[in-house]
T-cell receptor, first 114, second 111 residues
Framework: DSGVTQTPKHLITATGQRVTLRCSPR?????VYWYQQSLDQGLQFLIQ???????AKGNILERFSAQQFPDLHSELNLSSLELGDSALYFC?????????????FGEGSRLTVL | QQPVQSPQAVILREGEDAVINCSSS?????VHWYRQKHGEAPVFLMI?????EQMRHEKISASFNEKKQQSSLYLTASQLSYSGTYFC????????????FGSGTQLTVLP
């Protein structure tokens, strides 16, 4: 158990819909990272937040958005969903804002778009 | 900016050795290695921060050649538990501090 909690674990929805994925970081961790992993693919970096502020942005689509709240939990919002958005979405957390330490990954949220 | 990993897959017998390579076209600040077992979350193995630095995690070690922007992961006397997909992540110098992962190397250790 990494200490990072993601909900929901599984989500099935239809094209055009909107979903929200939630992540609670480890106690004391200020940074939250979102990664997308498609079937048999690597981990695609989406976005990082540090203590409530956006720190780094990767290949995140305009249809996707995220935020980190004062209690440090984070939400990833995916809208106008397409079949290609089906993937495993991982949240990871770390203590600092710099990527010089271990990232602790949650178990992921598996999104299926039909 | 995604690092390139090789090989894409490797199959070996328990007790054999394996090497996984990771290279980048950009100057690197650090290289990270993670292992992901099927259906599970990636788990941290090690970070290499300086050129030529070597780290160890049990019988797994890694090197980082900063000048060549390359890192190698060495799995010695492989155990069944080493099976999984290994990802290298790179942090590029003079860039937003993001960790970009390669496409992974699937390692299968057979009894």
């Amino acid at each position: 158990d990494s200490g990072v909690t993601q909900t929901p674990k599984h989500l099935i929805t239809a094209t055009g819909q909107r979903v929200t994925l939630r992540c609670s970081p480890r106690s004391g961790d200020l940074s939250v990272y979102w990664y997308q992993q498609s079937l048999d693919q690597g981990l695609q970096f989406l976005i990082q937040y540090y203590n409530g502020e956006e720190r780094a942005k990767g290949n995140i689509l305009e249809r996707f958005s995220a935020q980190q709240f004062p209690d440090l939990h984070s939400e990833l919002n995916l809208s106008s969903l397409e079949l290609g958005d089906s993937a495993l979405y991982f949240c990871a957390s770390s203590v600092s804002g710099a990527v010089t330490g271990e990232l602790f990954f949650g178990e992921g949220s598996r999104l299926t778009v039909l | 900016q995604q690092p390139v990993q090789s090989p894409q897959a490797v199959i070996l017998r328990e007790g054999e050795d394996a090497v996984i390579n990771c290279s980048s076209s950009k100057a690197l600040y650090s290289v990270h290695w993670y292992r992901q077992k099927h259906g599970e979350a990636p788990v941290f193995l090690m970070i290499l921060l300086k050129g030529g630095e070597q780290m160890r995690h049990e019988k797994i070690s890694a090197s980082f050649n900063e000048k060549k922007q390359q890192s190698s992961l060495y799995l010695t006397a492989s155990q069944l538990s080493y099976s999984g997909t290994y990802f290298c992540g790179t942090e590029i110098r003079n860039s937003a501090r993001q960790l970009t992962f390669g496409s992974g190397t699937q390692l299968t250790v057979l009894p």
